[in-house]
């Protein structure tokens, strides 16, 4: 699954009309390279490289993330390591001074996930238009839809008509799921969780079902091997279909269709975009507490992770830890 797809609903109306006037086959075209659907949460977590055992830079990106940990080099040891001791401060949830296995991998999992944050941030102020920093679905709707809802015969019988009423209710599905409260209104997380479904276990199910609905063409609550196929290849010029679209057939047969009726149903679907790989984060965790870890009581001192400090940080430098001082939503 592409992940601009899962969170592509970041525009407003006018936006999108325009997108629509300048390509009014945007949205129906079908992709003429291979499209990735399968969903891997921390994607920027990946393996840790057998190289780095002894330069730390993967565990500086697991704790800091990839881009922050770029700029940690303008800091004394002395700096990196007083700014640490307040990340750690954040770390520790519960404030019974230890950090624990799964209070970090927490930490790495909010880091490798901060972009989408970020990205929600940018556009929070577009959304909350009464400034009470909660988005309600009337000003989510207002924002996304206004026009087209207040100007209705400038739509009629176009591709834009079509495509507004089939995307309205299918944000407000959305809309609902990541409401937990059934308030009608979306905290900042829950506005990330209707943005980024995929990265939510409770929007998982609204993932599932919209990928069915996206690539289910025929309408029969199922996904054959031709839509499997068609959404991610156009075949537009005669001759033989290419090496990896046949090598697509075969998975589907061999791998997709589980039960072997010849098509996927929801099940399926879940088992192929949401695969159950092996956790980065939980390894890192684990991973930063074994080699910190002095007395051997499997948790961490805030000493101890000082002790080994550039295992965390090197001597490197951020505003990254001072921005993480600070009581913002975006962690």
Known sequence: MERSGRGRRLGLALGLLLALALAPGALRAKPTVRKERVVRPDSELGERPPEDNQSFQYDHEAFLGKEDSKTFDQLTSEESKERLGKIVDRIDDDGDGFVTTEELKTWIKRVQKRYIYDNVAKVWKDYDRDKDDKISWEEYKQATYGYYLGNPTEFHDSSAHH?????????????KAADLNGDQTATREEFTAFLHPEEFEHMKEIVVLETLEDIDKNGDGFVDQDEYIADMFSHEESGPEPDWVLSEREQFNEFRDL???????????????????????????????????????????KEEILENWNMFVGSQATNYGEDLTKNHDEL
């Open 163 to 175: 495509t507004f009423k089939k995307m309205l209710p299918r944000d407000e599905r959305r809309f």
């Open 259 to 301: 039960n072997k009726d010849g098509k996927l149903d929801q099940d399926e679907i879940r088992h192929w975009i949401l695969p159950q790989d092996y956790d980065h984060a939980q390894a890192e965790a684990r991973h930063l507490v074994y080699e910190s870890d002095r007395n051997k009581d499997e948790k961490l001192t």
